[in-house]
């Protein structure tokens, strides 16, 4: 999976870019998915491969109207939970299926995602 290809994706807001795994019972940490999900698909698992900015608020008005000056539209975000290589279990009818240069891949709102499992102890 080259990482630079998907550089030219950029996520969009509350959103995460998933790579699906591939179908199993279990996941890499040991945490046992529900029978039947397979068979319902209402449930999907994946790894988190990029990552939206956040929710966007805005910047608080300092109180001065000056309309010589030009306005910046300056926008703060609260940052996501998911981060990249995460494995995310998440409910498949929020998402949206893509394909990027030959590979499937789902966008899904974070208020979709059910579970994230994080590796600590992975080095590089």
Do not use: C, T
């Not at 179908?23 to 940490?29: A, F, W």
């Not at 929020?94 to 240069?101: K, L, P, R, S």
């Not at 709102?109 to 590796?119: A, G, T």
């Amino acid at each position: 999976m080259g990482d630079n290809v998907l550089d030219k994706l950029i996520v969009v807001g509350d959103r995460v870019l998933i790579k699906p795994k591939s179908q199993s019972n279990q996941s890499k940490g040991g945490l046992f998915l529900p029978p039947g999900y397979k068979e319902k698909e209402e449930i999907q698992s994946g790894y988190v491969v990029k990552v939206g900015p956040g929710y966007p608020i805005p910047m608080p008005s300092d109180g001065f109207d000056e309309p010589w000056k030009k306005k910046e539209e300056r926008v703060n975000y609260i940052p996501l939970q998911a981060e990249i290589g995460d494995l995310a279990i998440f409910l498949k009818k929020g998402a949206v299926e893509v394909h990027f240069q030959n590979e499937k891949y789902f966008i899904v709102p974070q208020h979709s995602i059910l579970l994230l499992e994080r590796d600590d102890f992975e080095s590089e």
